[in-house]
T-cell receptor, first 112, second 112 residues
Framework: DGGITQSPKYLFRKEGQNVTLSCEQN?????MYWYRQDPGQGLRLIYY???????QKGDIAEGYSVSREKKESFPLTVTSAQKNPTAFYLC???????????FGPGTRLLVL | AQSVTQPDIHITVSEGASLELRCNYS??????LFWYVQSPGQGLQLLLK??????LVQGIKGFEAEFKRSQSSFNLRKPSVHWSDAAEYFC??????????FGTGTRLTVIP
């Protein structure tokens, strides 16, 4: 079955630690996205990528980094510079930027 | 600035009753509009979308939505709600910059 997978389902971060969230898709989509979801705030765009080896900042990119070395993979690193990382993180993909986005199951990040 | 407003934070309906979730958008051109549903701790599932054409759009799980340009609205409806419809519902719009902008969501509770 085609789809988007995210791992892990839960992730714990210690103070000063960088952590990486995985996102893989087998839909052959060119565009991929990372969103952060906080209660009562809907989803906010962190980074997006339209093609391999290219990515752009979204609305809340500070404290996050991404890479896009392969079409099917778009990992997100939450760096120690992100002072409030506790949230639900959702990855999505679409065939092109203006097309329908499909979402993965999410990763919940908690701070120890 | 583009925006999406979901005026109802929480709605409670009885099983078998009809449902209407409101969504208003602010965008100059004809928008691409979406409704997604999210169960607790899960990713977002696409219910339906409007790009152009017939303003009444049919989606999955018996949902429909109507695009009304004069009212800048894209309300979601279902004639008879089932207990399994309890979830959070998000309206979203693709803006001119091709970003998917989300409303803050409406939580639906279904009582027996």
């Amino acid at each position: 079955d085609g789809g988007i997978t995210q791992s892990p389902k839960y992730l714990f971060r210690k103070e000063g630690q960088n952590v990486t969230l995985s996102c893989e898709q087998n839909l052959n989509h060119d565009a991929m996205y990372w969103y952060r979801q906080d209660p009562g705030q809907g989803l906010r765009l962190i980074y997006y990528s339209q093609i391999v080896n290219d990515f752009q900042k979204g609305d809340i990119a500070e404290g996050y980094s991404v890479s896009r070395e392969k079409k099917e993979s778009f990992p997100l690193t939450v760096t120690s510079a992100q002072k409030n990382p506790t949230a639900f993180y959702l990855c999505a993909s679409s065939s092109q930027r203006q097309e329908t986005q499909y979402f993965g199951p999410g990763t919940r990040l908690l701070v120890l | 600035a583009q925006s999406v407003t979901q005026p109802d934070i929480h709605i409670t309906v009885s099983e078998g009753a009809s449902l209407e979730l409101r969504c208003n958008y602010s965008y100059g051109a004809t928008p691409y509009l979406f409704w997604y549903v999210q169960s607790p701790g899960q990713g977002l599932q696409l219910l339906l979308k409007y790009f152009s054409g017939d303003t009444l759009v049919q989606g999955i799980k018996g949902f429909e939505a109507e695009f009304k340009r004069s009212q800048s609205s894209f309300n979601l409806r279902k004639p008879s709600v089932h207990w399994s419809d309890a979830a959070e519902y998000f309206c979203a719009v693709i803006t001119g910059a091709n970003n998917l902008f989300f409303g803050t969501g409406t939580r639906l509770t279904v009582i027996p």
